[in-house]
């Protein structure tokens, strides 16, 4: 009421449109007296079974009643679409606050594991170390052979011949390289030995997998509240755009006088019989 007010003066309307007495609205009307009188002067009937609303307006003009219908449909769609549209923006917008935890956490915990790296020299401690202990592995066997190679030389060649001294070089170059490896292997000059850092790593790298299995939930849980906000939002559709009146339904004239005329014949009658009981009494 309060919006038709501000939008077509409602209350202008029903005290100021020439109206009988027995029908407008009284200047005197307050807020409540006002709004009763709109309830009776506007209804609204819905069917449950097909969700149909039914808005009827009874005004002194046809003009004005299917505006007063045109303003109400107007309002109306602007309150679902607005309450729809809230409900549906504060859904998305709670798991939207979700994803960008979710995606601040693994930024994160990838950049821990990108420091960790950065600060150590590895890209991986297991996989470095398991190299590493292959490079040891592999410069073994290869002093091995040269070794071995080394005494099947002896055997038939002297000290001093050149094949000899070639073999004697590169196994004394093996030694050097092997005790390079396993130093490297063994080394803790850095305060953390190879499975001290392996264990941090991996500590690291739990925790970036968790943030990027809980990143990839948030973004699966957006598109699905997405999906279930457009399937929940509700709209107006409008049936039947509101009708100009021909022919005023109210007030119905003929029933009017007709029953006037009955009423006041009763009073009539009982004013006659009245009368004459009067008289009957006087006489006696």
């Not at 009988?20 to 009776?40: C, G, H, I, V």
């Not at 030389?153 to 196994?171: E, T």
């Not at 990839?216 to 039947?240: F, G």
Request: overall charge neutral.
């Amino acid at each position: 009421m309060k919006y038709l007010e501000s939008e077509l003066h409602l209350r202008n309307h029903y005290e100021n449109s020439g109206a009988d007495p027995l029908s407008k609205a009284w200047t005197f009307f307050n807020q409540e007296d006002m709004y009763r009188y709109y309830k009776n002067h506007v209804s609204a009937d819905i069917d449950t079974v097909s969700g149909v609303l039914n808005v009827q307006v009874q005004a002194f003009t046809p003009e004005y009643s299917q505006k007063v219908v045109q303003a109400i449909i107007k309002r109306s769609e602007w309150f679902i679409n607005q309450i729809s549209q809230n409900l549906a923006r504060e859904q998305v917008s709670f798991v939207e606050g979700e994803l960008k935890r979710s995606q601040d956490l693994l930024r994160g915990s990838q950049k821990d594991v990108i420091d960790f790296q950065q600060k150590f020299g590895l890209f991986s401690p297991e996989q470095d170390g398991a190299a590493m202990q292959g490079n040891v592995n592999q410069l073994e066997a290869q002093l091995v052979q040269a070794e071995a190679d080394l005494k099947a030389q002896l055997s038939y060649m002297s000290s001093s011949a050149p094949d000899v001294i070639r073999s004697k070089s590169k196994i004394t170059a093996l030694n050097k390289q092997l005790a390079l490896e396993r130093a490297k292997l063994a080394s803790s000059e850095k305060k953390n030995t190879l499975s001290d850092m392996n264990a941090q790593y991996q500590d690291l790298k739990i925790s970036a997998d968790f943030a990027l299995d809980a990143y990839k939930s948030a973004l699966i849980s957006l598109e699905k509240a997405r999906i279930d906000a457009y399937r929940k939002l509700k709209n107006l559709v409008v049936i039947d755009s509101p009708s100009l009146p021909e022919s005023a339904e109210l007030p119905n004239r003929m029933y009017n006088l007709l029953t006037a005329s009955i009423l006041i014949i009763l009073l009539y009658g009982i004013g006659v019989i009245i009368l004459a009981t009067i008289r009957e009494h006087k006489d006696m």
